[in-house]
Nanobody, 126 residues
């Protein structure tokens, strides 16, 4: 069973940076892509970014494009989210997710992803 564990959340002032990591274990060979989602209080879980293990193709939500960067380390089965120029509206619980390939849902839909981490809190103060 694939397990995903996030780390690196915390409190930062607006304009600052944070780096989140997601370590995957247990049958990671079945994963096609990894993604980050976030969920703010009272809001639905929203797509942030995704990267394919093979080829490294990436997609970003418009709200984070140019500020966030996703990367992967295939040898360590780790995905990293570098977040720069953080804004108060980036405050949310950030979740790492993994898929097993296309299942009829788009990469920006939570329904595409079979595996989820426990989440890590990111708080950006103004």
């Amino acid at each position: 069973q694939v397990q995903l564990v996030e780390s690196g959340g915390g409190l930062v002032q607006a304009g600052g940076s944070l780096r989140l990591s997601c370590a995957a274990s247990g049958g990671t060979f079945i994963l096609g892509a990894m993604a980050w989602f976030r969920q703010a209080p009272g809001k639905e879980r929203e797509f942030v970014t995704t990267i394919r293990w093979s080829g490294g193709i990436t997609y970003y939500a418009e709200s984070v494009k140019g500020r966030f960067t996703i990367s992967r380390d295939n040898a360590k089965n780790t995905v990293t989210l570098q977040m720069n120029s953080l804004k108060p509206e980036d405050t949310a619980v950030y979740y790492c997710a993994g898929d097993r390939g296309y299942n009829g849902h788009s990469y920006y839909s939570p329904l595409r992803y079979s595996y989820w981490g426990q989440g890590t809190q990111v708080t950006v103060s103004s």
